[in-house]
């Protein structure tokens, strides 16, 4: 294909995997191992001078484009006047701005607040703090093919061992693992899957939390059934058990919409977010009822570089692209043209196609069908990620700006690697 110059991957990329061996710990893997040197709209170009078309947008963080102009600007306005000082020493308005947006955009008109972060983790790991304290109870409620990160209690809380878990506990007490909602194979209503997951839980008088991803991401990309998500806020509501919806991988108009629990009108107590907040920035937050996030006293959150305002200024300057761009309408549009074309891939190794807005996926017979063809889409320059429990399901994370065509031309490569 014209946009590659050598094969996958070139020269200079192996020389420098050849030196990562010898500075980077093992246990960091990487998908695809060419090294980039600059993006382009829709393109990694790496050091071989290879023009890779990406589907995967970083796993969900680039949504508004890589480099983003109006992020790229605002944290070189940021970093020329200050790079920190620490919201905990001395504060600085960005983080009020960042928090605001965050009141408005997250489900539900309720007064909220917002402590900011660095990661995913981070944020998922505060919110089950600040759900303890404000209940009083200890225990926390995770799903089957749940992934909230990799710290110790995340860790706890993620379903998957290999490679997230094994060799690493043990793990934080109090999670209590239950069934959500996969409709392809459980077969049940949203309804019945909550019921299910009810009946597995604990006495809900020790428990500060459930703790859910509206579409479940690293775990197979899976759409509960309509009605699980709102069956499951009504019972946490009636047993004074807080709803942490953790948004993560879906918010910030991933699914074309602001969270993913709109498309349900779910309003969650807490909602934790990362990813794609900042255009590629490191920032995660815990936005929630004004009650809740108030119990804890003063200076029991925080952290060095919790919000710092680098991030703060991506993270509004990504806020600003997503709506000027209408960006929550391009996620649609992505899953309009994207989800037809995966319908209509002719192979026996799909057994289903699934996803919302820009975050779809194809679940195959198995691993290795799935490493098969993501293998071959990477030899062909296109970057895909796999994921799910049993790692047979390709996933797509388009950047929700990239072009038309880019995208046309990454799925006749899926389509071509599928055959
Ligand atoms: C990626 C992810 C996390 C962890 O985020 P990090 O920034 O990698 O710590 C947590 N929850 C969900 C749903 C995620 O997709």
Redesign the pocket.
Known sequence: MARLRTEIPGPRSRELAERRKGAVAAGVASTLPVFVDHAEPGLLVDVDGNRLIDLGSG??VTSVGNPAPRVADAVREQVDRFSHTCFMVTPYEAYLDVCERLAELTPGEHDKRSVLLN??????ENAVKIARHATGRPGVVAFDHA????TNL?MALTAKDMPYKRGFGPFTPEVHRVPGSYPFHDGLTGAEAARRAVAAMPDPDGIACVVV?PIQ??GGFIVPAPGFLPALADWCREHGVLLVA?E???GFCRTGDWFACDHEDVVPDLV?T??GIAGGLPL?AVTGRADVMDAVHPGGLGGTYGGNPVACAAALGAIDTMRELDLNAAARRIEATVLPRLRGLASDAVVDVRGRGAMLAVELVSAEAAARVAATCHAAGVVVLTCGTRGNVIRLLPPLVIPDELLAEGLDVLEGAME
């Open positions: 796993i969900a990661s995913g983790a981070e944020a998922v992934y909230h990160g990799r995340t991803e991401g690293e953790d993560v991988q879906t934790t990362a990813k995660g």
